[in-house]
């Protein structure tokens, strides 16, 4: 796999993973949405982990820095 998601890009996802993980903890978001959006969470903090997201591969989308 190449890389194909940038440090701006992983930080974003992280972010936003935790959010959702406080929001649902604190049980202002719940049930099946809740469930949902943590599931989504998680990709989002294994997608940053590994530096690559597969979505992006099928739009054409590289946010990852060129190394010159």
Do not use: H, Q
Not at 12 to 22: D, K, Q, W
Not at 24 to 29: D, F, G, N, Q, T
Request: glycine letters at 8%.
């Amino acid at each position: 796999m190449k890389k194909n998601m940038g440090s701006v890009d992983k930080t974003i996802r992280v972010i936003v993973a935790a959010v959702v993980a406080g929001l649902y903890y604190k049980e202002i978001i719940s049930g099946t949405f809740g469930i949902v959006l943590l599931a989504l969470a998680g990709v989002f903090v294994l997608t940053s982990l590994v530096s690559f997201c597969p979505l992006y591969t099928l739009f054409g989308i590289n946010t990852c820095s060129k190394k010159s």
